[in-house]
């Protein structure tokens, strides 16, 4: 029985949440209704009682088809096979469905439905996919124009490797409207603990998608979510984790929590085009006898800043060491050295790569103010987090952390906070993976990033933070960054 049960992947939905999903997929001038995986009909049911839609329905197991056509006192056309197999001559104007879950691996027919797919849907979709993501892709084949579709699935696909192709596919189709996730107090199945999402899409062209999550029935049932965030089609990523794209991003369970815009923005760093060509050290500068007004100190790469706090005497450091420190504007060229400088990157070609040939003068920099704190793109284990007290530009290597109305003493609490494990973390889930452990954000990714809201603390508290921050300024002693850690999760319980 409770093999029957696993094989078929017989989980019946709430009553409450099945009638929001047919509301949510009716419309007007709705003719046609299709539930693909029908069990006992509870969408049905709903369907027949607020529309007078034609009903179809699907089931594999010939047993539960014979129990619904006893059960059902409604006109549904009952179609007793597999699904993944009916070919339908028509289209359909409403689709609702909570589909099997069954990992893929263990499907008799899967070869058969892969090569199926590849050939009719073109979409290849990996051995380690899971069922319910092939009803979905054929359920968007099926729709009318118009037509509205909602499933109710495990939110697993949105962060799993073989979601990947499922998440393309959807971008790709433009059909995807708003995913709801529900938080684990709701009850989604009568007997199934598990972490479900509900995926509205119509088959319409949409430039937008809501990521939104409803904390209980109440406030799904009355589309009034606390956590709305929209993304442009554009902006979404099928390999990132789409969990993140949610604004409340698993933080849930922490009070006190904001977004860094609260605060102020990212912004990438300066880019030039060509840093074979702008970037430049001391001993080049020398030999090639360019103007100090020509040559503005610069942060070229991230490897060369190993303290966490960038002061004047390590910048002298750096470039007594030769290192690369100084970035080459050409609109501030006054001596023949600058000039014939400029021509020697003419002759090589640099004025024609693809920025420099958009600017005018090709040599222009681009006008950032230096950001007070430094946030690198790339990252392994830990996000490099670095204080400019040196008030230093920097090239694209860093983002900037630009505050609004922040002084010097609340930029260095802003910087103590994130350089603890607790803010690392709220950070993390907004990143981008790009395989090998290598992790990267966009501007963007950082600025929706959740963070403690650092208003909230105590003016004893960052009488010890300032206590600290000289310490790490200093050197950084151990035990700075557990004390640190300690000191502001104290504020998100
Ligand atoms: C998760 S249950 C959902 C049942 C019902 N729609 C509900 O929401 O309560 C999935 C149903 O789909 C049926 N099913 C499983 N694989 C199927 C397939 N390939 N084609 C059609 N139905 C299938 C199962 O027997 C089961 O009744």
């Given at each position: 029985?409770?093999?029957?049960?696993?094989?078929?992947?017989?989980?019946?939905?709430?009553?409450?949440?099945?009638?929001?999903?047919?509301?949510?997929?009716?419309?007007?001038?709705?003719?046609?209704?299709?539930?693909?995986?029908?069990?006992?009909?509870?969408?049905?049911?709903?369907?027949?009682?607020?529309?007078?839609?034609?009903?179809?329905?699907?089931?594999?197991?010939?047993?539960?088809?014979?129990?619904?056509?006893?059960?059902?006192?409604?006109?549904?056309?009952?179609?007793?096979?597999?699904?993944?197999?009916?070919?339908?001559?028509?289209?359909?104007?409403?689709?609702?469905?909570?589909?099997?879950?069954?990992?893929?691996?263990?499907?008799?027919?899967?070869?058969?439905?892969?090569?199926?797919?590849?050939?009719?849907?073109?979409?290849?979709?990996?051995?380690?996919?899971?069922?319910?993501?092939?009803?979905?892709?054929?359920?968007?084949?099926?729709?009318?124009?118009?037509?509205?579709?909602?499933?109710?699935?495990?939110?697993?696909?949105?962060?799993?490797?073989?979601?990947?192709?499922?998440?393309?596919?959807?971008?790709?189709?433009?059909?995807?409207?708003?995913?709801?996730?529900?938080?684990?107090?709701?009850?989604?199945?009568?007997?199934?603990?598990?972490?479900?999402?509900?995926?509205?899409?119509?088959?319409?062209?949409?430039?937008?998608?809501?990521?939104?999550?409803?904390?209980?029935?109440?406030?799904?049932?009355?589309?009034?979510?606390?956590?709305?965030?929209?993304?442009?089609?554009?902006?979404?990523?099928?390999?990132?984790?789409?969990?993140?794209?949610?604004?409340?991003?698993?933080?849930?369970?922490?009070?006190?929590?904001?977004?860094?815009?609260?605060?102020?923005?990212?912004?990438?760093?300066?880019a030039t085009g060509a840093n074979e060509f702008f970037a430049l050290s001391l001993p080049e500068i020398q030999t090639r006898g360019l103007s100090e007004d020509a040559c503005m100190p610069c942060i070229i790469k991230t490897p060369d800043i190993k303290q966490c706090v960038i002061?004047?005497?390590?910048?002298?450091?750096?470039?007594?060491?030769?290192?690369?420190?100084?970035?080459?504007?050409?609109?501030?060229?006054?001596?023949?050295?600058?000039?014939?400088?400029?021509?020697?990157?003419?002759?090589?070609?640099?004025?024609?790569?693809?920025?420099?040939?958009?600017?005018?003068?090709?040599?222009?920099?681009?006008?950032?103010?230096?950001?007070?704190?430094?946030?690198?793109?790339?990252?392994?284990?830990?996000?490099?987090?670095?204080?400019?007290?040196?008030?230093?530009?920097?090239?694209?290597?860093?983002?900037?952390?630009?505050?609004?109305?922040?002084?010097?003493?609340?930029?260095?609490?802003?910087?103590?906070?994130?350089?603890?494990?607790?803010?690392?973390?709220?950070?993390?889930?907004?990143?981008?993976?790009?395989?090998?452990?290598?992790?990267?954000?966009?501007?963007?990714?950082?600025?929706?990033?959740?963070?403690?809201?650092?208003?909230?603390?105590?003016?004893?508290?960052?009488?010890?933070?300032?206590?600290?921050?000289?310490?790490?300024?200093?050197?950084?002693?151990?035990?700075?960054?557990?004390?640190?850690?300690?000191?502001?999760?104290?504020?998100?319980?």
């Amino acid at each position: 029985m409770v093999d029957h049960k696993k094989k078929y992947s017989q989980f019946f939905t709430d009553p409450a949440l099945a009638e929001y999903m047919v509301k949510e997929v009716l419309h007007e001038g709705a003719k046609t209704f299709l539930d693909p995986a029908v069990g006992m009909g509870i969408f049905t049911k709903y369907a027949a009682a607020l529309t007078d839609a034609e009903i179809t329905a699907c089931e594999i197991d010939p047993g539960m088809a014979e129990r619904f056509r006893e059960d059902n006192r409604y006109p549904v056309r009952v179609i007793t096979g597999d699904y993944l197999e009916q070919d339908f001559p028509e289209k359909f104007d409403c689709i609702v469905c909570n589909p099997p879950y069954s990992k893929f691996q263990v499907i008799e027919k899967r070869d058969r439905y892969r090569e199926n797919f590849r050939e009719r849907y073109s979409v290849n979709i990996g051995g380690y996919s899971n069922l319910c993501v092939y009803f979905l892709v054929k359920s968007l084949s099926e729709l009318n124009r118009r037509g509205r579709c909602c499933y109710i699935m495990p939110y697993e696909f949105l962060n799993t490797g073989y979601g990947r192709e499922i998440k393309e596919y959807l971008l790709r189709s433009k059909m995807l409207v708003r995913i709801i996730k529900l938080n684990c107090n709701i009850k989604v199945f009568d007997d199934a603990v598990t972490t479900s999402c509900i995926l509205l899409l119509e088959n319409e062209n949409h430039d937008e998608v809501e990521f939104v999550t409803a904390d209980s029935v109440e406030e799904l049932t009355g589309n009034s979510f606390s956590n709305v965030m929209k993304y442009r089609y554009s902006e979404l990523e099928p390999k990132r984790k789409w969990l993140s794209y949610f604004g409340d991003a698993g933080s849930s369970h922490y009070d006190n929590i904001v977004k860094v815009s609260a605060f102020g923005k990212v912004s990438r760093g300066i880019a030039t085009g060509a840093n074979e060509f702008f970037a430049l050290s001391l001993p080049e500068i020398q030999t090639r006898g360019l103007s100090e007004d020509a040559c503005m100190p610069c942060i070229i790469k991230t490897p060369d800043i190993k303290q966490c706090v960038i002061t004047d005497p390590l910048i002298r450091e750096l470039v007594e060491s030769n290192r690369k420190m100084f970035l080459f504007d050409g609109t501030k060229a006054r001596t023949e050295g600058d000039f014939a400088y400029i021509r020697y990157g003419e002759e090589q070609g640099y004025h024609m790569r693809y920025l420099t040939r958009n600017r005018k003068p090709w040599y222009t920099i681009e006008n950032k103010a230096a950001a007070p704190i430094l946030i690198s793109v790339f990252n392994r284990d830990k996000i490099k987090v670095v204080r400019n007290e040196a008030g230093i530009k920097n090239l694209t290597a860093f983002h900037g952390l630009y505050l609004k109305d922040a002084d010097e003493d609340f930029t260095n609490i802003f910087f103590c906070y994130l350089i603890t494990p607790l803010a690392q973390e709220l950070l993390h889930r907004s990143r981008r993976e790009c395989g090998e452990g290598l992790d990267m954000f966009e501007p963007g990714d950082l600025t929706r990033a959740d963070m403690l809201d650092l208003r909230l603390i105590s003016e004893a508290d960052r009488e010890e933070i300032r206590t600290i921050y000289r310490s790490i300024r200093a050197g950084k002693k151990p035990g700075d960054i557990e004390k640190l850690d300690g000191l502001f999760r104290r504020y998100i319980k």
